[in-house]
């Protein structure tokens, strides 16, 4: 299984980016993709994650409102969408798939590589 993020890159704050993680390889429809952001020097952090076979999602409850999880329908693609970013949104990014609908890090199996958000002011 591989997973590739892109869609990262120099933004103001106000403005909006989305990302997208291209996935290959067998994954279980049964599993959960979900996107987590890492502060250089901080624990990795949950975003949001969507189940393959269906569209139910589940979010941290910093990300409510700005951001938005989706997925290709066909379930190898997965986006955020984030809106009115702001400096401390500045992160890398990584998308990540796993049995478990949760926002445990623990639980995802593979990784990408990651994207890189920076948020100016």
């Known amino acids: 299984v591989q997973l590739q993020a892109s869609g990262g890159g120099l933004v103001q704050a106000g403005g909006s980016l989305k990302l997208s993680c291209e996935t290959s390889?067998?994954?279980?429809?049964?599993?959960?993709m979900g996107w987590f952001l890492q502060v250089s020097g901080k624990d990795r952090e949950f975003v949001a994650c969507?189940?393959?076979?269906?569209?139910?999602?589940y979010y941290a409850d910093s990300m409510k409102g700005r951001f938005t999880i989706s997925r290709s329908d066909a379930g190898n693609t997965l986006y955020l969408q984030m809106n009115e970013l702001q400096p401390e949104d500045t992160a890398l990014y990584y998308c990540a798939v796993g049995p478990a609908f949760s926002g445990d890090a623990r639980t995802y199996r593979y990784w990408g590589q990651g994207t890189q958000v920076t948020v100016s002011s």
């Open positions: 390889g067998r994954i279980f429809s049964s599993w959960i």
């Open positions: 969507i189940r393959r076979n269906s569209y139910s999602t």
